[in-house]
Protein backbone atom coordinates (compact mmCIF):
# COMPACT_ATOMS: atom_id res chain seq x y z
CA UNK A 1 0.00 0.00 0.00
CA UNK A 2 1.16 3.34 -0.99
CA UNK A 3 1.50 6.43 1.43
CA UNK A 4 -1.44 7.99 -0.72
CA UNK A 5 -3.97 4.88 0.05
CA UNK A 6 -2.83 4.53 3.74
CA UNK A 7 -4.72 8.21 4.80
CA UNK A 8 -8.15 7.72 6.27
CA UNK A 9 -9.21 9.10 2.96
CA UNK A 10 -7.46 7.32 -0.17
CA UNK A 11 -5.59 9.79 -2.46
CA UNK A 12 -5.17 9.16 -6.39
CA UNK A 13 -2.21 11.22 -7.91
CA UNK A 14 -3.53 13.20 -10.67
CA UNK A 15 -3.61 16.45 -12.92
CA UNK A 16 -6.97 18.29 -12.96
CA UNK A 17 -7.15 21.60 -13.57
CA UNK A 18 -9.29 23.35 -11.65
CA UNK A 19 -10.40 26.89 -10.24
CA UNK A 20 -9.89 29.10 -7.35
CA UNK A 21 -13.31 31.79 -7.46
CA UNK A 22 -14.09 34.08 -3.95
CA UNK A 23 -17.33 35.81 -3.73
CA UNK A 24 -15.74 39.27 -5.78
CA UNK A 25 -15.45 36.28 -8.85
CA UNK A 26 -11.67 36.67 -8.64
CA UNK A 27 -10.63 33.35 -10.53
CA UNK A 28 -7.18 31.62 -9.95
CA UNK A 29 -6.02 28.85 -12.15
CA UNK A 30 -4.05 25.88 -10.49
CA UNK A 31 -3.68 22.33 -10.86
CA UNK A 32 -4.08 19.19 -9.02
CA UNK A 33 -1.02 16.90 -7.86
CA UNK A 34 -3.64 14.06 -5.96
CA UNK A 35 -7.41 14.55 -4.65
CA UNK A 36 -9.38 12.70 -2.05
CA UNK A 37 -13.12 12.45 -1.21
CA UNK A 38 -11.78 15.54 1.72
CA UNK A 39 -9.48 17.61 -0.18
CA UNK A 40 -6.69 18.25 -3.01
CA UNK A 41 -3.07 19.04 -2.92
CA UNK A 42 -2.52 21.60 -5.91
CA UNK A 43 0.63 22.37 -7.59
CA UNK A 44 1.52 26.36 -7.54
CA UNK A 45 3.77 28.68 -8.27
CA UNK A 46 5.29 31.49 -6.37
CA UNK A 47 2.96 33.99 -8.12
CA UNK A 48 -0.10 31.59 -7.58
CA UNK A 49 0.80 30.82 -3.81
CA UNK A 50 1.06 34.56 -3.00
CA UNK A 51 -2.52 35.13 -4.64
CA UNK A 52 -4.63 32.10 -2.84
CA UNK A 53 -2.22 32.67 0.34
CA UNK A 54 -3.63 36.75 -0.08
CA UNK A 55 -7.69 35.63 -0.85
CA UNK A 56 -7.49 32.98 1.79
CA UNK A 57 -6.35 35.88 4.15
CA UNK A 58 -8.68 38.39 3.01
CA UNK A 59 -11.50 36.34 3.64
CA UNK A 60 -10.13 34.45 6.72
CA UNK A 61 -11.42 31.08 8.00
CA UNK A 62 -14.72 32.36 8.92
CA UNK A 63 -15.59 33.42 5.46
CA UNK A 64 -13.98 30.49 4.16
CA UNK A 65 -17.08 29.38 2.31
CA UNK A 66 -16.63 32.32 0.04
CA UNK A 67 -13.88 30.78 -1.32
CA UNK A 68 -14.80 27.56 -3.53
CA UNK A 69 -12.71 25.16 -5.91
CA UNK A 70 -14.35 24.35 -9.46
CA UNK A 71 -13.25 21.33 -10.64
CA UNK A 72 -14.51 18.78 -13.55
CA UNK A 73 -13.39 15.23 -12.85
CA UNK A 74 -13.76 14.04 -16.61
CA UNK A 75 -14.65 15.60 -19.95
CA UNK A 76 -18.13 14.08 -19.14
CA UNK A 77 -18.35 15.01 -16.31
CA UNK A 78 -20.68 18.59 -15.12
CA UNK A 79 -18.11 21.16 -12.66
CA UNK A 80 -18.54 20.51 -8.93
CA UNK A 81 -18.02 23.70 -6.94
CA UNK A 82 -16.47 22.97 -3.45
CA UNK A 83 -15.74 24.89 -0.72
CA UNK A 84 -12.42 25.05 1.15
CA UNK A 85 -10.14 25.80 3.35
CA UNK A 86 -6.11 25.73 3.58
CA UNK A 87 -4.25 23.55 6.03
CA UNK A 88 -0.73 23.50 4.73
CA UNK A 89 1.51 24.96 1.99
CA UNK A 90 5.27 23.62 1.31
CA UNK A 91 7.69 25.50 -0.39
CA UNK A 92 9.73 22.69 -2.87
CA UNK A 93 11.68 24.71 -4.53
CA UNK A 94 12.23 28.71 -5.63
CA UNK A 95 8.86 28.58 -8.01
CA UNK A 96 7.17 25.36 -6.98
CA UNK A 97 4.66 25.32 -4.19
CA UNK A 98 2.37 21.94 -3.15
CA UNK A 99 -0.90 23.58 -1.01
CA UNK A 100 -3.04 21.08 0.89
CA UNK A 101 -6.82 22.11 0.69
CA UNK A 102 -9.49 20.74 2.31
CA UNK A 103 -13.27 20.63 1.28
CA UNK A 104 -15.41 22.18 3.53
CA UNK A 105 -19.37 21.28 4.50
CA UNK A 106 -19.46 19.10 1.34
CA UNK A 107 -22.70 17.25 0.68
CA UNK A 108 -22.37 13.71 0.99
CA UNK A 109 -23.55 12.96 -2.57
CA UNK A 110 -20.92 15.16 -3.73
CA UNK A 111 -17.75 13.73 -1.34
CA UNK A 112 -19.34 9.99 -2.39
CA UNK A 113 -18.70 11.03 -6.08
CA UNK A 114 -15.37 12.00 -5.75
CA UNK A 115 -14.58 8.65 -3.99
CA UNK A 116 -15.99 6.60 -6.44
CA UNK A 117 -13.80 9.06 -8.97
CA UNK A 118 -10.69 7.96 -6.64
CA UNK A 119 -11.16 4.52 -6.73
CA UNK A 120 -11.91 4.42 -10.31
CA UNK A 121 -8.73 6.31 -10.77
CA UNK A 122 -6.89 4.14 -8.23
CA UNK A 123 -8.13 0.87 -10.37
CA UNK A 124 -7.87 1.79 -14.07
CA UNK A 125 -6.11 5.14 -14.01
CA UNK A 126 -7.37 8.01 -16.77
Not at 5 to 10: D, N, Q, V
Not at 30 to 47: H, M, P, R, Y
Not at 57 to 82: D, F, R, W, Y
Not at 90 to 118: M, S, T
Amino acid sequence: MSVLESRLHLRAKIEIPLKVTSASDLELALETENISANGVLVKASLSEHEQLVALVEKHGEKNSAQLSLHVTLTPKSKPICLPFRLVHSQRLAQNDFRIGLNFINLDEQVAARIHKFVLKVLRNGL
